[in-house]
């Protein structure tokens, strides 16, 4: 499929802050990706077509599957709705991005499919890592509303 291909299509992208002890997990994306090789984001992927076999919200079944699938990490079921967002990708596609905030269930964070790295930081650490268009605000938008939660 060629980059004027992709234009046609919409990609649900699911991202989780996941949080633990008042820290949220990123992951650094693998250089070979198409968007922001390299930079840092939330953990998460596109919502496959089939959905699934149970009677499951599949955003949230899909958000749970790349968590575990990019960072070896549980969460809880049930994650919290924050927010949504669009934006084209370099090759044209258009992704509807949900952004859900997430409690840590079980695992211990390592990087795996297209990560290369995971680090689990404060919301006053932000500025030392290199992020992804929009990853810090909503880093900030997740932790208000778990503050506002407790």
């Known amino acids: 499929m060629n980059t004027k291909d992709n234009a046609k299509f919409h990609i649900v992208l699911v991202t989780g802050v996941i949080e633990k002890n008042g ?3 990123i992951a650094q994306r693998s250089f070979e990706e198409i968007q922001a090789p390299g930079k840092w984001a939330l953990p998460g992927g596109k919502v496959e077509l089939s959905m ?18 990019e960072v ?3 969460i809880y079921q ?3 709705y924050v927010m ?10 258009t992704v509807v991005g949900v952004l859900f905030l997430c409690k840590w269930k079980s695992g211990r964070a390592k990087a795996l499919e297209d990560t290369i790295n995971v ?14 268009t929009g990853v810090t605000n909503s880093l900030r938008l997740a932790d ?7």
């Open 23 to 25: 820290e949220y997990l």
């Open 52 to 69: 699934p076999d149970n009677d499951r919200n599949v955003l949230e079944t899909t958000l749970e599957r790349e968590i575990e699938e």
């Open 72 to 74: 070896a990490v549980r």
């Open 78 to 80: 049930k994650p919290i």
């Open 84 to 93: 949504s967002s669009a934006f084209t990708r370099v090759d044209n596609a």
């Open 119 to 132: 680090s689990w930081v404060g919301i006053d650490e932000l500025h030392k890592y290199d992020f992804c």
């Open 144 to 150: 208000k509303k778990r503050l506002s939660l407790e």
